[in-house]
């Protein structure tokens, strides 16, 4: 069975920085590219960084230049590296395979508020 655990959200003044992580099963981690996700209240989730198995990397445009995406693949797990936050970062951010090939995890809440 997949699984997939995130980590590390929590409240961040604007402008300020948090790094997300996503333990994956070896099953989908080793064979498929990795995203991340965002469902913000009252809209609909959204890719904001995927990552290659080559560790190639893409980004929504909102959060270019300000997330960065990585693997550790020897411990099968996707970062994301949140810097100059904004409050329409604020939202429930989730990892799985791109496409998506598994049911959601817990998500993590990241809240950007003064």
């Known amino acids: 069975q997949v699984q997939l655990v995130e980590s590390g959200g929590g409240l961040v003044q604007p402008g300020g920085s948090l790094r997300l992580s996503c333990a994956a099963s070896?099953?989908?981690?080793?064979?498929?590219?990795m995203g991340w996700y965002r469902q913000a209240p009252g809209k609909q989730r959204e890719l904001v960084a995927r990552?290659?198995?080559?560790?190639?990397?893409t980004y929504a445009d909102s959060v270019k230049g300000r997330f960065t995406i990585s693997r550790d693949h020897a411990k099968n797990t996707v970062f994301l590296q949140m810097s100059s936050l904004k409050p329409e970062d604020t939202a429930v951010y989730y990892c799985?395979?791109?496409?998506?090939?598994?049911?959601w995890g817990q998500g993590t809440q990241v809240t950007v508020s003064s």
């Open positions: 990552i290659l198995r080559d560790d190639k990397a």
């Open positions: 799985n395979s791109y496409p998506i090939l598994s049911s």
């Open positions: 070896e099953s989908i981690f080793s064979i498929y590219a």
